[in-house]
C-alpha cells in the first residue's frame, strides 16, 4: 500500500475511525482525524498549541466551547445530498464537546493556531461559498468553508469538492510545493474520499516533476490521500459520483498553486 494513502479502521472507545498527525504524515501542519458517532455518544477535546475546524459531514450534534453553545446543528444526512455543511470553527488554547444527536460523520481538521480568531459556527452559504470549476468531463462543484478570500482562520483552508462519475478533478495537475510567493505557495494538503455507492472507487496521482515522487492509487470510500507536495489530479470512475473534504496548511494562509506545464495547455483551448 501506498505510503500516502491512509484506510479507515473500526472506531475506538472516541469513535475515531481515522487519524493522521504531522508525525504518523511526516510532515508540519496538517492533523486530521473523522469521527462516527452514535446519538447521544460525545467527543471532548483540547485544541492545545492547533486551531480546529469540525465539520459535520454528515448528521447533526450540539457544539459547544467556553461559553457558546450550538444546539443541534446540521442539516446534511448524507454527504451525497450535496447541500453544504455546517462546521464550527474552535482557536488554539479552548476545548469542545460535541455531542452526536443524529448518527454523525465528524471530520476534525486542525493547523496551528495562533489566537487571532474567536471560536464562531460556520452556516452554510450557498450564494457565497458554492461554485462551479471546469468544463465536460472536468466539472467540479466547490463548496468553500474556510477559504483563503475569508480570513477567518490562522492556518486552515478547508473546502468540499463533489466530481460527477466519469470526471476529473484536480485537473489539469497542480502543485503548491514551493514557498515563493506571489507564484506559488506550499501548502500541505489531505483528501478525505468518499463514493456513491460506497462500494466504488476512485484514482488520485501524485508526483513531482523530477518524478522522485510517483505514486497512482486506488482509493476507495473514507480513505485518505496525503499530498505532501507535487501535482495531485483525482479521477471519477463512470458509475460512481466522488466527494472529498480537503483540508491544505503550510507557512502562509495562501493558496497559489502552479499548473503542470506539460497539461496547461487545455486551458488554452
Known sequence: MSKLLV??????????????????????????????????????Q??????????????????????????????????????PPYAVYIPNDSQYVVEATTELELAVCKAPGFGNHKARLIEPDP?????TRGQGSNTRFIQDILPDWDESADSLLVVEVYTPAGNWSSYPPHKHSVDNLPQESFLEETYYHRLNPSQGFSFQRVYND???????????DRNVVMVPEGYHPVGA????????????????RVWKFHNDPDHEWMLKS
Open 7 to 44: 484506510r479507515p479502521g473500526d472506531p475506538d472507545q472516541n469513535g475515531r475511525i481515522l487519524q493522521i498527525t504531522p508525525e504518523s504524515a511526516g510532515w508540519k501542519y496538517i492533523g486530521f482525524e473523522v469521527y462516527k458517532l452514535q446519538p447521544g455518544q460525545t467527543l471532548e
Open 46 to 83: 483540547q485544541t492545545l498549541d492547533q486551531e480546529v475546524c469540525l465539520v459535520l459531514v454528515s448528521g447533526r450534534a450540539t457544539v459547544s466551547t467556553g461559553d457558546q453553545v450550538w444546539e443541534n446543528i446540521g442539516e446534511r444526512m448524507d454527504v451525497f445530498e450535496k447541500i
Open 127 to 131: 450564494d457565497k461559498k458554492c461554485s
Open 210 to 220: 523530477d518524478r522522485s515522487l510517483d505514486e497512482t492509487m486506488s482509493v476507495e
Open 237 to 252: 470512475p463512470h458509475g460512481y459520483d466522488l466527494y472529498y473534504l480537503n483540508v491544505m496548511a503550510g507557512p502562509k
